[in-house]
């Protein structure tokens, strides 16, 4: 699995577009009690997050595969997409 699109939401979870089309929010805050995910606590460290289409990567060092981000992903809404895609953000990782 590939990802095109991966943009930071808030509350520590990121908007995720495979490259068939499939949309989810994946939630990072069960893995902010790992050492390695420390880092991302910081708003701003964790919207940092960088798209590698088969895994995602923070300048910490912290990163998940793609395999990873689709087991856990839930579907996200047709309002979270729309918010996630506001041209208005300021944050995103495209491929």
Known sequence: MILNEVIPLGDHQLFVETQD????????????????????????????????????????????????????????SPAIAQQARNPDRQLASRR
């Open 21 to 76: 089309g499939i949309e989810g929010v994946f939630d990072l805050k069960p893995y902010l009690k790992s050492e390695a995910f420390l880092p991302l606590k910081d708003e701003e460290e964790f919207s940092s997050v960088h798209n590698g289409g088969y895994f995602v990567e923070w300048p910490c060092g912290a990163d998940l595969s793609a395999d990873t981000i689709q087991a856990r992903m839930l579907p996200a």
